[in-house]
């Protein structure tokens, strides 16, 4: 039987006609495979979204009716769509299930929407807040305060947590030293949350959404402002005993004057009714592993209460009746000490430490510790249940930890520590001093020595953000610790569902520049590109682990450059060392993931999204909607550009995840970039016209890395249907159309964009029109190709006039020889032409444009021109002893552009021109 549900798609119908008025029809289901990419039906799921496309022309959203193959309910709604106003990306939301299916088929067929409705989440909204009922747990949000959630109660009746909260501690300065402390005059601050906003999705039976907006106020210490605003939200699945709690915060303080010394979500846990020898802490280990201890503990005593007893305790189940134990036990359990409070400390990726004492004021009691700790804690009874906090990527994410507290009292706590109070404040200051370069022929000389593009004033982390998640699962009563172990596996690895690869790249929806390997002509060439695209998203898999690229900050990035002499990546070195999507890792991770399916390739690319798009870009302030140039600090340098933040870079997983809604705010977040131009001139150092931005008037922007990463928002938010869709198109649209009206299109290099209209006007330095050559190696290098291949799909017959010559004509002569350079352009600068590997793909887009084979005749030796060489021996080299810190794999001839180019470049390649490939390369 099929049950399926129809919500969220009638709103949109007025956008299903074509400006034609010709309304669309098309009667043919079509059936999609979805599968979990981990291979098997997850042992829990507590209810998972995920995304799929749809072919141009064939779905509209007032006439779609989607179902599930099953018993189970699905909530629908549209994520993105074409130009003719046909479906182009779906989210659909499955509840929760004891057992899930081993995969799923979801169906559109044209038709009225069915009418059946799924058993399904309520939820109830009034003046003071909002109750979402799942069928498992109920939970109330308040709509102000401090508390982001009042209560969980279960289906039973009973409150397993309370008083939800966000705590953050931080400090005025910082002792430089151990002799220092006792110096100065640091002031200590508390607070916690404080609600400013809270809303709730509409038409949500399997998945609603709460999303709760603030800053953290003070609580205690002394005076200061709020700060540290968050972004909470808790997702709430049909029939789900858990909440997904997405925490995203964005560092609005002062890097001098704010040392963030602790950041947490803490939730109170009442034991009243609880015996204490029936409360029970868990506290999760390596691998599935766990603490388990009882407050009161009865077992190792000097006398046996009964064996009955002692297991029922380690088992979290309820004691037997303490009538029934010997009674050299129960009459002396006043003299075994209550253990309240207990901390696991991971201040690095490679160990943590546990620690438990009776009270403030006494000793802690060391607990034996040992390497990386999955991340949750319980607290409760055997009776009266409890609440396990789980924290993502918690190792990965160090310094953390868990805090129970209280546990031998009416009311306990746990507390999930996103940055730990155990560890170091949290020093955002610059990593130096200024070096005393002070003007732009300075600054531009030290680029010369360390890569680095620094000025005053600009190493600045006000306005990044950090994104974390978690879990909180409720319990009736303490559960066995295999189920919390299986509980650990899901906060870390949260089910995913994906369609094949071959469906996802037939509808084009996801762009037409990658295939599938299955796709492949199966030469030995082909077969070796693929076991290179393989061999290098492995490669920076490992490197994560072996260079333990993670922190509260750092996890999710790469290195950019290797040191070969001290066998490291250069992460002390200025522009070699944080990567920060540069030359588009970005664009060879994800596509490589919807080619493969590949698992581990999802959850890096997965990683490195969560990291780039929230500490490598400004989310406030006045360089909100631009990134930082790859550095020693992820905000150090001086070049902030549009290149870095581009939505190209998170558009595969913000469709494949159903729309993730933290993403879709960092796209809504670049919106306003084409603005900053007006304050902020990237080429402010080189420049040598004499032009200077002003607000309000028309400003330079670089056709490629600048208008590609424009192009990027705009297009997606059209594609989305956002509430800035109209303006969003406007201006993709008058661009595009500008550029055609430049004398030599693309390769004019710069035009002056004006951010009312969108409009473009040849460069100041050729007010006339009469064609300036200013080509750059970088311009195609942050996904201008992908773009616009998304772009021309998009538009379809309505593309602006001209706009694919331009485009073909920058693909054609970026390395044409250079006399047919001169003969168009009556210049050439094919000596400077570099980047030829990333760049033979703009030549297979042009053979896929055109089918013309002078495109491809040159692609595939232009991709052998430089870069990683595809025959070469792709090993790594492993070292160990003295020369290492600690045993790696070493491939002293991977730089990461190198990587990133050959990876993209290949899947581009590959995709376009499988035929043109020769038999050796
Ligand atoms: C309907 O969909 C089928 C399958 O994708 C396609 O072949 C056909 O052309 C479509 N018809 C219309 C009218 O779009
Ligand atoms: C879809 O919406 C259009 C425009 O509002 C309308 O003309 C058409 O009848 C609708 N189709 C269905 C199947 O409801
Ligand atoms: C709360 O947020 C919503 C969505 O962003 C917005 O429409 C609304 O105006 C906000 N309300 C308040 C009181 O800030
Ligand atoms: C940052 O804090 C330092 C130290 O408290 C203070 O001297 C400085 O003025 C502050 N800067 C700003 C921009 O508030
Ligand atoms: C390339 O340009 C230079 C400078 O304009 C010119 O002297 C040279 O003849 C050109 N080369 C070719 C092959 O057109
Ligand atoms: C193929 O493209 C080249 C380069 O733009 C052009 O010179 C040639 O005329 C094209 N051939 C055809 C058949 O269109
Ligand atoms: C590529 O690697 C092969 C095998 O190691 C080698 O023979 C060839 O010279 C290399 N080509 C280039 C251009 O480096």
Not at 792 to 816: K, M, S
Request: charge should be negative; include cysteine; glycine fraction near 10%.
């Amino acid at each position: 039987m099929l049950h399926s549900f129809f919500a969220a798609l009638t709103a949109t119908a007025a956008l299903v006609q074509r400006s034609s008025g010709q309304q669309y029809q098309n009667n043919t289901d079509e059936s999609v495979n979805v599968r979990w990419i981990d291979g098997s039906a997850p042992a829990y799921n507590s209810g998972t979204t995920f995304g799929l496309p749809w072919a141009r022309g064939k779905f509209f959203p007032n006439g779609t009716n989607f179902a599930i193959s099953g018993d189970g309910a699905l909530q629908s709604w549209v994520t993105a769509y074409w130009n003719d106003g046909s479906i182009k990306w779906t989210g659909h939301a499955i509840p929760a299930s004891e057992a899930s299916q081993e995969s799923y088929v979801i169906t559109a067929s044209s038709g009225a929407g069915n009418a059946s409705q799924p058993a399904g989440v309520t939820t109830l909204s009034s003046d003071d807040g909002i109750t979402v009922d799942t069928g498992k747990i109920s939970v109330s949000f308040p709509r102000t305060g401090n508390n982001v959630i009042d209560q969980i109660t279960t289906a039973g009746g009973k409150v397993v947590g309370q008083n939800g909260k966000l705590v953050l501690h931080s400090q005025s300065g910082v002792s430089e030293d151990i002799q220092d402390r006792g110096n100065s005059s640091i002031g200590y601050f508390g607070f916690e949350s404080a609600i400013d906003n809270v809303t709730v999705s509409e038409n949500s039976p399997v998945r609603t959404l709460v999303t709760v907006r603030g800053k953290h106020q003070v609580a205690n210490g002394e005076d200061h402002d709020d700060w540290l605003q968050f972004v909470l939200r808790f997702y709430l699945y049909a029939n789900s005993d858990a909440i997904r709690l997405v925490h995203s915060v964005v560092f609005d303080g002062n890097s001098t004057g704010d040392f963030i010394t602790g950041v947490g979500v803490r939730f109170e846990v009442p034991l009243t009714d609880e015996e204490l020898y029936n409360r029970h802490v868990r506290i999760a280990g390596v691998d599935g592993g766990m603490l388990s201890e009882a407050v009161k503990g009865i077992t190792g005593l000097r006398r046996d209460p009964g064996e009955e007893v002692r297991s029922a305790q380690f088992n979290g189940e309820a004691t037997p009746s303490i009538d029934t134990w010997d009674t050299r036990v129960s009459s002396r359990l006043q003299w075994i000490p209550d253990w309240n409070d207990y901390t696991l400390s991971q201040l690095s990726p490679d160990g943590f430490t546990l620690k438990k004492r009776t009270k403030p004021g006494q000793s802690w009691v060391n607990i034996p510790g040992s390497t990386r700790s999955g991340g949750l804690a319980y607290l409760g009874g055997a009776t009266q249940g409890g609440l396990a906090v789980g924290l993502r990527n918690f190792w990965k994410h160090y310094p953390v930890g868990l805090d129970i507290r209280d546990a031998a009292t009416d009311v306990g706590q746990i507390t999930a520590w996103l940055y730990s109070p155990e560890a170091p404040p949290l020093d955002l200051r610059p990593y130096h001093d200024g070096l005393g370069l002070e003007t732009y022929e300075e600054q531009l000389d030290a680029l010369e020595i360390t890569y680095e593009d620094w000025e005053e004033g600009f190493d600045t982390p006000y306005g990044v953000a950090r994104t974390n998640e978690l879990y909180i699962y409720a319990f009736d009563q303490t559960p066995p610790q295999d189920h919390l172990s299986t509980l650990i596996e899901h906060t870390n690895t949260p089910p995913v569902l994906y369609a094949e690869p071959e469906y996802v790249h037939e509808t084009k929806a996801a762009g037409n520049w990658w295939a599938p390997p299955s796709s492949n002509t199966s030469s030995d060439v082909a077969a070796k590109i693929e076991s290179n695209l393989e061999f290098l998203a492995k490669f920076y898999q490992d490197q994560v682990e072996q260079r333990r690229w993670y922190g509260f900050f750092d996890s999710g990035d790469i290195m950019h450059t290797y040191d070969v002499d001290r066998h490291q990546w250069r992460y002390d070195i200025g522009g070699y060392a944080w990567d920060n999507s540069e030359l588009s890792p970005d664009l060879f991770f994800w596509p490589q993931f919807l080619r493969t399916g590949n698992k581990d390739v999802y959850r890096f690319s997965e990683a490195l999204t969560r990291h780039t798009g929230e500490v490598d870009v400004y989310h406030i302030g006045q360089w909100k909607g631009l990134g930082t140039r790859h550095g020693v600090q992820h905000w150090g340098d001086s070049a902030k550009q549009a290149r870095i933040s581009t939505a190209q870079y998170r558009k595969i997983f913000y469709f494949v995840s159903g729309g993730d809604e933290r993403v879709g705010e960092l796209v809504d977040e670049t919106l306003d970039t084409d603005k900053t131009y007006e304050r902020l001139d990237p080429n402010r150092k080189v420049r040598t016209d004499g032009w200077e931005p002003a607000p309000g008037q028309p400003a330079t922007i670089g056709l490629g890395t600048d208008w590609s990463a424009l192009a990027a928002s705009w297009l997606l938010e059209w594609e989305r249907r956002g509430s800035r869709w109209q303006e969003a198109k406007t201006k993709l649209t008058n661009t595009m159309i500008g550029v055609v009206n430049l004398k030599n299109g693309f390769v004019t290099g710069s035009a002056l964009f004006n951010s009312e209209d969108g409009t473009l006007s040849p460069p100041p330095t050729d007010p006339d029109n009469e064609g300036v050559v200013a080509v750059s190696h970088l311009a195609g290098a942050f996904g201008l190709m992908e773009v616009i291949a998304e772009i021309i799909e998009q538009f379809d017959d309505d593309l602006p006039e001209g706009f694919q010559q331009a485009w073909l004509d920058y693909c054609y002569y970026y390395r044409a020889p250079a006399a047919e350079q001169t003969a168009r352009y009556g210049t050439n600068w094919t000596r400077t032409a570099t980047l030829r590997q990333d760049h033979s793909r703009l030549l297979a887009h042009g053979y896929y444009l055109t089918q013309n084979q002078t495109y491809a005749d040159r692609a595939w030796s232009e991709f052998e021109a430089d870069g990683l060489n595809t025959t070469g021996t792709w090993e790594v080299e492993r070292l160990n002893g003295s020369e290492v810190l600690a045993p790696v794999d070493e491939a002293t001839w991977i730089s990461t552009n190198e990587a990133a180019n050959y990876g993209l470049a290949a899947i581009v390649n590959l995709a376009y021109i499988p035929e043109a490939l020769p038999e050796s390369l």
